[in-house]
């Protein structure tokens, strides 16, 4: 079977020679791959000019639908996606983060579009008040890079590794190239060629390469954006590419990484912490037969606990049946490739040189279901390193399979040197139920990491592992581990969006926008807002509501409604040394009595009130003093029909400025208000 490419909207064969692609469990040819013959620079050149406008053009809200139809369409092909992961030597455990976690990844992206505006754009941050009379202030908007993600990915996880990324820049925009490792890109091209069929993606938005891609990073501009996962080594040299450096391209680089488990010294033998640390290490370097970049590397535990662990952890990995994962029992499957063994082996012949194994032999094992001389098959390997700060191999060396080292320490502040020793990780883990450790350990190996997970029995049920980055947050590392960031909800987006800094009026910024900006141009209207439909209501729609002149009689019987007895609203006598002149109102009673005024009460297109942000009192209201309110439309933000029995229906962000008799703001807030669409179709 010759794999597929897909380039500029069309499947094609590469020409010329092609790389013969293997069953990681018989050894067995699968299939050949090429992309001979693929002009990259117009494949480039069609994901900007086909793909970016379409994408560009849709809503935050319609590009996380979009994801969200996809994520659901290929869940329901997932078991044929099993069928070919299996020839990448995984077992079902190992497919299941690949496939389903994958797809999870598609879900959880497009949740994120209740945290952006419906509109292509997204308005970042806060307003920045320029001038004394504010006519003139600034602001942040961020639009999509009108260029394309270039994603080159690792061979450990084919489906995973490329929904991870593409989620990321199509939520924000931008059109994709990806470029699977090779060796399993047979499972990618499976994927790929079900999200191609299913239209649910514009045209341009996804383009496949299965073979080689050396030259596409010839033909970079600086709209475009390019992630790498893979080899240190690699990764720096892609990073010194001259039309990167030329162009100034974004470059996230996710490295892997000699990442550590450290045992707190409180979780001894017999303690729920000491067994969580052994199973969760077994599975680390079990797991996908250690091929994660996120794979525990480094095990740091008290220099007392050594033999504990030693004994422990042999027990488990002794229990772990390698094999073909089709066969009943079998937990650890192939790695990817023959490749992989025979460098894998000459890590550990190198490790070797400055650490003994205590368990495991690169040679002698026992395969179950399958021929050991022709799947890429290898014994888990568990080195021991009594003198880390000596030995330091263990601390620049990475065997990337089921191949981890012991290390000891004396203190914490040992443990955190060791740990940071790796010259920057991924991932880190610490095994404690000590907040002391914890807090301690956290502060002092932070700088040196991308994440750090502390595991202890009160999460442990519910705690996803040292090796699962989350979507919502972000994955990456300092130094060896590339420097870069995945992930990470928003923040992750706006890795593809431009960030531009815009001056002006209140009334310009807010146009331009389509966010009401404090200050700018009021509208009123005769009709009230509140018997508006989403349609009818404009941005800077105001009503400007009657008044209301406060009383103590307000205080006090707000104080006796709410319970909220605070001195300074009841007992002058307390007042002494504090900003209040006398009893002052209740913020929330100057917040309820707003909504009084700015309610209109009979039945009309408003569901619900649900929520209020950014409530700031900013001036005493005092007995004597006259109040009214200024509530202007802010935003708009349409929401999709759960169901065909759902109303159709928006969220509009309302203004809430209070003011007194001498116009000056003494209360602003927004509120979250669902309005009724009138076009019910």
């Given amino acids: 079977m010759k794999l ?22 018989t050894g067995e040819q699968i299939a050949t ?9 117009a494949m480039m050149d069609y994901a900007r000019k086909v793909g970016g406008p379409t994408l560009r053009k849709m809503t935050f809200q319609e590009r996380g639908l979009m994801l969200k139809a996809l994520a659901m369409h290929l869940l329901t092909l997932k078991t044929k996606y099993y069928e070919v992961s299996a020839k990448t030597g995984a077992t079902k455990v190992d497919s299941w983060i690949d496939i389903e976690g994958g797809i999870g990844n598609l879900f959880a992206n497009a949740s994120l579009r209740r945290q952006f505006p419906d509109e292509p754009f997204y308005v970042d941050g806060e307003t920045a008040p ?60 499976a994927m790929v060629k079900d999200i191609i069929d299913s239209n649910i993606l514009p045209a341009g938005a996804l383009q496949l ?18 992630t790498f996962t893979g080899s240190a080594s690699t990764g720096k040299m892609l990073k010194a590419h001259p039309r990167l450096l030329e162009e100034a391209v974004p470059f996230n680089m996710e490295a892997d990484s000699l990442n550590a488990s450290i045992l707190g010294e409180d979780a001894i033998p017999g303690t729920e912490e000491f067994d969580l640390f052994i199973k969760e290490v077994q599975r680390e370097m079990t797991v996908k037969a250690g091929q994660k970049c996120t794979a525990v590397r480094r095990i740091i535990v008290p220099e007392k606990l050594v033999e504990d662990v030693q004994i422990a952890l042999g027990k488990r990995l002794a229990q772990t049946v390698v094999g073909n ?16 063994v025979k460098e894998v082996k000459e890590k550990v012949a190198q490790l070797s040189a400055s650490q003994k194994i205590v368990f495991g032999d690169v040679d002698n094992f026992e395969v179950t279901g399958a021929d050991k001389s022709k799947g890429a098959f290898l014994s888990p390997i568990l080195f021991l390193n009594e003198n880390p700060f000596t030995n330091t191999d263990c601390h620049n060396i990475e065997a990337f399979g089921p191949v981890s080292t012991i290390i000891p320490y004396k203190t914490l502040d040992e443990a955190i040197e060791l740990a940071n020793m790796g010259k920057g990780s991924l991932v880190c883990s610490i095994v404690t139920n000590d907040d002391k450790i914890a807090k301690e350990f956290v502060l002092g190996a932070a700088c040196m990491h991308g994440r750090i997970l502390i595991l202890n029995a009160a999460c442990a049920k519910e705690s996803t592992g040292h090796g699962s980055p989350m979507p919502l947050l972000t994955h990456g590392g300092p130094g060896r581990a590339g420097g870069g ?6 923040r992750g987006i706006l890795h593809y969006l431009q ?4 001056q002006g009026s209140p009334t310009m910024i807010t146009k331009v926008t389509n966010q009401y900006q404090y200050g700018a141009e009021q509208t009123e209207f005769d009709r009230h807002v509140f018997q508006k439909y989403f349609e009818e209501i404009q941005i800077g729609e105001t009503v400007v509501t009657r ?33 209040f002149e006398r009893n002052v109102a209740h913020g929330y009673w100057v917040l309820s009595k707003a909504a009084g005024l700015f309610v209109d009460g009979k039945k009309g297109p408003v569901l619900l009130n649900y929520g209020l942000d950014e409530c700031r009192f900013v001036k005493p209201v005092y007995p004597g003093m006259t109040i009214g309110v200024r509530f202007t439309a802010k935003e708009k933000i349409s929401q999709e029909k759960k169901d065909e029995n759902d109303i159709k229906k928006g969220i509009v962000k309302f203004l809430v400025d209070v003011y007194d008799e001498t116009g000056e703001t003494v209360a602003l807030a927004t509120i979250l208000t669902m309005v009724k669409f009138k076009n019910q179709e």
């Fill in 325 to 340: 994962p089709a066969v009943e029992g079998v937990r650890m499957g192939a790695l990817a490739g023959l490749e992989q």
């Fill in 499 to 502: 960030r531009t800094a815009i």
């Fill in 209 to 226: 390469i299965c073979g080689s891609a050396n030259g596409i990073l010839d033909h970079v501009t600086n709209q475009d954006v390019v």
């Fill in 130 to 189: 320029l001038s004394k009379n504010g006519t003139f202030i600034g602001h942040h908007i961020m639009v999509p890079k009108q260029g394309v993600a270039i994603h080159i990915n690792a061979f450990n996880f084919p489906i995973w590794g490329m929904l991870e990324k593409i989620a990321v820049n199509l939520m924000a925009g931008v059109p994709a190239i990806v470029k699977p490792a090779t060796l399993t890109s047979f499972l990618t091209e």
């Fill in 33 to 41: 791959a090429s992309s001979e013959g693929l002009d990259f620079a």
């Fill in 485 to 490: 960031e995945e992930m990470g909800g928003k």
């Fill in 4 to 25: 597929q490419n897909y380039a500029q909207g069309q499947w094609v064969e590469g020409s010329g020679k092609e790389k013969p692609l293997f069953d990681a469990i």
């Fill in 547 to 579: 008044k209301h002149t406060v009383t103590d009689a307000d205080i006090v019987n707000f104080a006796n409604v709410s319970g909220d007895h605070f001195y300074a609203h009841v007992d002058a006598t307390s007042l002494e040394g504090t900003i």
